[in-house]
């Protein structure tokens, strides 16, 4: 019998979790290596699979193993290294390891939709010596054969394409095909990597970078001394300035590839920190790959080839660059660390910060945690001494002059609008100065819900169990979890009454407002719903075009106001009213970063509209204390038993006939009761707070752990007692260490 190889096949079913054995043929012996994505025959069909073990022991009869069908692409698309980090999330998030591989990987691979591209290019076969006659023939009879000539002629240490030279000499390829023909030019095919381009800065304030005070080169020399030692040290670095965040990392990076250092960036979203990205992508160029979800198949898969062929040293990019396939990693850095964005909301559900502690364990790498107002639970270890504790752009940093508005005066004073008396003055003082005004609501549409003011009942969507939101452009009432709209109905649905209306705010209905306020102002709004026009809008406020801006956290785009001095909070309320244990940190982040917005600005004011101006989340916000924040926050987490002092598993269980999810939810809950003694506390079961979506009923229990170790035991149990035998049509989910508990 041949060699035999070990494989996970692309099929992400429970039963098929495991690696098979699969014989290899006599044509692909000492060519497969881990990593390598393979054909395999499955039940009565071929499938991709990956290599994750070679010259393996059989697990079953010889007789019994299938042989390898054939390769799909000749180089491993990871090696060992990347294979125990896979391994490792899947064991720890309870995923599937083939989600984990899919997730990691350039999307289109297993179902063979990309490749390197090839491109034809043309040269010159005359000596150096016959150019000059063969162009004075060409003058004559054929000008644009002469163009083409002598282009290639005046380029011919550049590799032209067939393509860009008939463009050069506007004409068709066939003018340079009766070039090869007449055995002038030799045409040949090579590969090209798809590289994204980025559009230039537009400005020199964009393109303009903060110095950097004594202290901050000293905070820059104490973590490059531990990449330069291959210390695996982790920094936790709280920065107040975001224009500081490009010196600093270029100093950091220069130091480091000089070194042949190879290091990691992660950004929560690509938008917001699309100035800091050109910045980046502008200066290192051909050194540095991005890797996120914007790009095509073909530039994710090029840019993850040309990391593996050592062409770049700097990976850049979302979540998923976290698995850049570098073989000298010696630096990762996660900016703005405390993102919700770095947890995966569909499975594999980890969290790339988290994954990054395993890596950088794993490849004795230096990890650096940016944030300007940390997670509790970063900032907790950072006290316990787990990360070291450091500070950038804390000398001179101006904060912008703030104010609390209480809207609960604003009703008292008889102001029933949106908008206090404070803003509205503030806003007319901005137009007759010929000064913008930002204004941020995180509630798009005209109204978050439909109401009859007879009976009181609120228009749902179908699908799910939350209210529909009111568009009042489309004159549509939309869903924003599935996307189902439906028209408004003239009359209640519950008693027949035609007292029906659109309640709550929401940026359309803002914008009405000015509108009716300011008249003759230039104002717009920028949510999701608009997404396309977006660009043209950020673009048009900051050319001047358009006086007023109302938007969601799309406005939080980092180093693109270079001259707004005023930004006003609509209500700081939203966030903190969510049924969230993370609520008041999630407010005190939110309100920080858009403040941080106007940081070190001329004469510049925030406003912040709250009907609860004296929680501690705002107020710490408002006088820029985080330090105050954090110790008022983690007192209420300790007396709660909520992270950092536990671990949570959030169990979800769902399926389209409520009974049944209901059943089987409380038949879960019964039988962890028989096991108390594993966990501090169980909450539940009992249904979603968004009970229903995309026409699936949700319930959940929630698990508090004290040890890591219990909380393993119990999930074990549970999957083998429920998930192993789940019902048709009931989905048992495991969120570990969940952010969204809706």
Partial sequence: ???????????????????????????????????????????????????????????????????????????????????????????????????????????????????????????????????????????????????????????????????????????????????????????????????????????????????????????????????????????????????????FLKELIDKSISEAKELIILV?????????????????????????????????????????????????????????????????????????????????????????????????????????????????????????????????????????????????????????????DKIQLNLAKKQKTLLFLNRRGYGNYVICKKCGYVIKCDNCDISLHYHKNEQKLSCHYCGSQKNIAEKCPECGSSFISPAGIGTENIVKQLEEIYPTAQIKRVDSDIKHKAEKIFNDFKNGEIDILVGTQMIIKHDFYPELNFLGVISADTALNSSDFRASESTFQLLSELKSLLANKKESEFFIQSFKPDHFSIKSAADSNYDNFFKQELALRKERNYPPFCRLVNIIIQGVEEKKVADKALKISSFLDDWGEYYAEKLGAVPAAIKKIRNKYRWQIILKFKSFRNREYIIQLLEKKFKAKAEFKIEIRIDVDPYKML
Avoid at 10 to 33: G, Q, S, T, V, W
Avoid at 134 to 142: M, P, T, V
Avoid at 161 to 166: E, G, I
Wanted: charged share 30%.
């Fill in 1 to 247: 019998m041949g060699k035999v190889l070990k494989a996970i096949v692309d099929l992400p079913l429970r039963e098929l979790n495991k690696e098979f054995d699969y014989l290899i043929p006599a044509e692909l012996e000492n060519k497969l290596e881990i990593g390598h994505l393979i054909k395999v025959p499955f039940s009565n069909r071929k499938v991709s699979a990956f290599v994750t073990e070679v010259d393996a022991e059989a697990e079953i009869a010889p007789e019994k193993i299938k042989k390898v069908s054939g390769l799909i692409y000749d180089r491993p698309f990871f090696d060992q290294n990347l294979l125990n980090l896979f391994r490792w999330i899947a064991a720890y998030y309870h995923s599937y390891l083939i989600q984990v591989i899919k997730a990691a990987l350039p999307p289109g691979i297993t179902e063979n939709k990309v490749s390197r591209k090839k491109l034809k290019y043309i040269k010159l076969k005359a000596e150096a010596d016959e150019h000059q006659e063969i162009l004075a023939k060409l003058n004559k009879r054929a000008p644009k054969q002469y163009l083409i000539y002598s282009y290639l002629l005046a380029n011919k240490n550049k590799s032209i394409t067939l393509k860009k030279a008939a463009e050069y000499a506007e004409t068709s390829r066939q003018t340079v095909y009766r070039l090869i023909e007449k055995d002038l030019l030799e045409v040949y095919a090579d590969y090209i990597d798809r590289i994204p381009e980025l559009e230039k800065l537009e400005s020199e304030s964009a393109a303009e970078t903060a110095s950097l005070s004594e202290e901050d080169h000293q905070v820059i020399d104490k973590i490059f001394a531990s990449v330069l030692a291959s210390k695996p040290d982790k920094f936790l670095l709280e920065s107040s300035h975001h224009k500081q965040r490009f010196s």
């Fill in 268 to 424: 929560p979203e690509i938008d917001k920190d699309l100035v800091l990205i050109k910045k980046l992508k502008a200066y290192y160029q051909d050194k540095i790959a991005l890797l996120h979800s914007q790009l095509s198949q073909g530039e994710r898969f090029d840019a993850w080839r040309r990391i593996q062929r050592s062409e770049v040293s700097i990976a850049l990019g979302a979540r998923s660059a976290i698995f850049a396939p570098f073989n000298n990693l010696k630096l990762i850095i996660i900016l703005e660390e405390n993102n919700h964005s770095y947890k995966q909301q569909e499975h594999p559900l980890y969290h790339a910060r988290q994954v990054a502690v395993r890596r950088q364990k794993e490849s004795k790498a230096v990890l650096v945690l940016e944030a300007d107002s940390p997670s509790i639970e970063s900032r907790y270890f950072a006290q316990e001494n787990k990360y070291q504790l450091l500070k950038l752009g804390q000398k001179d940093n101006k904060q912008p002059k703030t104010e609390l508005i209480d809207l609960k005066k604003e009703v008292e004073a008889g102001n029933l609008s949106d908008l206090s008396q404070k803003l509205k």
